[in-house]
């Protein structure tokens, strides 16, 4: 248990479909990420917010929408996804970013996702 | 840029014994942070050890230590009287500001 819970764990969607994946910490960090595990790849950042602001969107399709409502909670809304999408999806946190600054990143369980 | 780079895709190791798996790296940051995370297969990724650039002393956690080498930019992980709990892919990581950089991982299986 690292105090970051992801929702669902396992979530299988049609290419039409509209879902969410849910993350909270309950680690009293202000940084959250989610990063995309595919097979055979490195993992992939692909959003951070750092006290609910946006401050990284690394090239991500927009079928791929973040949300932030607060620094406990972080939402990965999916839609109109393709085949290629499915992968793993990790969320994390950490304590504050800030240049040079070096806060360990503690994960979550992941949400594996398929995309039918 | 930030790279990692591990260069063993799968090691093995017998119960008991000790094996080192290998990172270099690069960064043109001098204030970074290095890690190991594990992750088993139920894919948790878990931290291992964690290491300050500006630190010269190795970091160590029970059974697993590192041997750190700026110059050389190397970052290289021991873990000692392996246990089969150990079995995982582990995962070099180098941080500065908040990107987290991985490598591709070595997959280390145990062998009672």
């Known amino acids: 248990e690292t105090g970051v819970t992801q929702t669902p764990r396992h979530l299988v969607m049609g290419m039409t479909n509209k879902k969410s994946l849910k993350c909270e910490q309950h680690l009293g960090h202000n940084a959250m990420y989610w990063y995309k595990q595919s097979a055979k790849k490195p993992l992939e950042l692909m959003f951070v917010?750092?006290?609910?602001?946006?401050?990284e969107n690394n090239s991500v399709p927009s079928r791929f929408s973040p949300e932030c409502p607060n620094s406990s909670h972080l939402f990965l809304h999916l839609h109109t996804l393709q085949p290629e999408d499915s992968a793993l999806y990790l969320c994390a946190s950490s304590q504050v970013i800030g240049q040079g600054a070096g806060n360990t990143i503690y994960f979550g369980e992941g949400s594996w996702l398929t995309v039918v | 840029a930030q790279t990692v780079t591990q260069s063993q895709p799968e090691m093995s190791v017998q119960e008991a014994e000790t094996v080192t798996l290998s990172c270099t790296y690069d960064?043109?940051?001098?204030?970074?942070?290095l890690f190991w995370y594990k992750q088993p297969p139920s894919r948790q990724m878990i931290l291992v050890i964690r290491?300050?650039?500006?630190?010269?002393q190795n970091a160590t956690e029970n059974r697993f230590s590192v041997n750190f080498q700026k110059a050389a930019k190397s970052f290289s992980l021991k873990i000692s009287d392996s246990q089969l709990g150990d079995a995982a892919m582990y995962f070099c990581?180098?941080?500065?500001?908040?990107?987290?950089?991985f490598g591709k991982g070595t997959l280390l299986t145990v062998n009672p």
């Open positions: 290491q300050e650039a500006y630190k010269q």
């Open positions: 960064t043109s940051e001098s204030d970074y942070y």
């Open positions: 917010y750092n006290f609910k602001e946006q401050t």
């Open positions: 990581a180098l941080t500065y500001n908040y990107k987290l950089t």
